[in-house]
């Protein structure tokens, strides 16, 4: 299982990102799959899940409204829609999957939100 995050950057308070988290080694369209994000000195903390389908999908308070969580099954490709983007959304942001009872991370992407 690989996971592989990209699209995190330096972007100004209000600005957007879409990060990108292409995964293989597993049967992608059959799992759900989760972004989270840890800032410094933090916990890693939830930010939002997509059921296998798409059909569904969960936000934590700080990411909803503002974040949009979809996939591409055809790409074996999950994404996370940043907008109006805060300082406190600076994180390193990681996609998640479980995977026969294991639990698998990408490497994660910065995501700096300053003036």
């Known amino acids: 299982v690989q996971l592989v995050e990209s699209g995190g950057g330096l972007v100004q308070p209000g600005g957007s990102l879409r990060l990108s988290c292409a995964a293989s080694?597993?049967?992608?369209?059959?799992?759900?799959m989760t972004w989270y994000r840890q800032a410094p000195g933090k916990e890693r903390e939830l930010v939002a899940s997509i059921s296998s389908g798409g059909g569904t999908s969960y936000y934590a308070g700080s990411a909803k409204g503002r974040f949009t969580i979809s996939r591409d099954n055809a790409k074996n490709t999950v994404y996370l829609q940043m907008n109006s983007l805060k300082p406190e959304d600076t994180a390193v942001y990681y996609c998640k999957v479980d995977y026969r009872a294991r639990t698998y991370w990408g490497q994660g992407t910065q995501v700096t939100v300053s003036s």
């Open positions: 080694g597993f049967a992608f369209s059959l799992y759900g």
